[in-house]
């Protein structure tokens, strides 16, 4: 019998959102790194011109990388109190249960037979 294959779970707005951030960065880091080049090996106007456009991307990748940085540490802070939140209904579930569960002995017990 063959498998049947393994679905991904959907990705939230957020991973999407980090997803696109990365592949940014990636792609304004490899510009750099061709900018680096050209301007290594020019000289005079050409090279200013170069330098220039080195500059901007440089400082392209720095907003990039503080946006990834707030959006990861956002992503941080919201798992963290999700999980607060998840752990605190559960064991006020696992309480609730419990309780229903003496009472109902209790009940159970305290029943008169005819």
């Keep these: 019998m063959a498998e049947k294959p393994k679905r991904r779970p959907v990705r939230s707005a957020a991973q999407t959102r980090l997803k696109q951030l990365e592949t ?25 011109k170069l330098e220039s456009l080195e500059r901007r991307a440089a400082v392209q990748i720095n ?3 503080t946006t990834l940085k707030h959006s990861l540490d956002s992503i941080t802070r919201t798992l963290a109190a999700s999980k607060d939140t998840v752990e605190t209904k ?25």
């Design 24 to 48: 940014r960065l990636a792609r304004l880091e490899e510009q750099l790194q061709t900018l680096r080049t050209e301007a290594s090996g020019s000289v005079g106007a050409a090279r200013a």
């Design 63 to 65: 907003l990039a990388q």
């Design 90 to 114: 559960a064991s006020r579930l696992t309480r609730a249960v419990r309780a229903g569960m003496r009472a109902g002995s209790q009940a159970y017990r305290g029943r008169t037979r005819d």
